[in-house]
């Protein structure tokens, strides 16, 4: 049986929620074609998803799976409302740039398929460490696409110029986007393979 700490790490290295699961995986993958755009997703994607699980978590376990899942629903789409204007107010261009992504991470499959089939049967802290590590694992690879594309297309990463020599603009389109994210997640179950064989 599973210790608690292995569960609660599970979204960061054994069950990351974009490179093991493949969940979340367009706004990976279109969204994030600079550093800052990243950060833009990820600091609405962590706010929203945090908050509406913790709120779900709290609808009674009773309900009919469908009517928890439209609870869940409406209250992740409730809080989207007032993190879209704190996010313009910091990123706006960014919001402008990743369009109808954005209204869709209220939506994400972290939020809607997670909190249904894993958190509900935690107690409240092991859903806080759950919730806390899966959010990250999505940060994560969020942030490091973001910052790749960025120094890979344009030479810069958070819009500051790095010495590189060459660069290939295709890394900011969403081709580039699938072949990063694919060689990221190679090296990611790579290393959860390496991990998994020191175990036993």
Excluded at 107 to 132: A, C, K, P
Excluded at 162 to 191: D, E, H, Q
Aim: charge should be positive; include cysteine; hydrophobic fraction near 50%.
């Amino acid at each position: 049986m599973k210790s608690m700490k292995n569960r609660i790490t599970d979204g960061l290295l054994r069950d990351n929620t974009v490179l093991s699961a493949g969940m979340i995986i367009s706004p990976a993958i279109i969204c994030t074609t600079s550093f800052r755009d990243s950060l833009a997703l990820v600091y609405a994607f962590s706010v929203i998803t945090f908050f509406a699980d913790i709120i779900a978590y709290l609808i009674p376990k009773k309900l009919p799976y469908a009517v928890r899942v439209i609870w869940t629903s409406a209250i992740s789409s409730l809080l989207y409302v007032p993190v879209r204007e704190l996010t313009m107010m910091i990123y706006p261009e960014s919001v402008e740039r990743i369009g109808i992504y954005f209204p869709l991470i209220a939506v994400n499959s972290l939020i809607v398929y997670q909190t249904q089939h894993r958190f509900l049967n935690l107690d409240f802290r092991e859903l806080i460490g759950n919730l806390v590590f899966y959010i990250l694992g999505f940060d994560i690879v969020v942030l490091v696409c973001g910052a790749l594309r960025e120094l890979i297309a344009y030479g810069t990463v958070n819009n500051k110029v790095m010495n590189i020599s060459m660069t290939v603009s295709g890394a900011g389109l969403p081709f580039g986007g699938f072949i990063i994210l694919g060689i990221i997640c190679g090296i990611y179950r790579k290393i959860r393979s390496l991990l998994s064989s020191g175990e036993d």
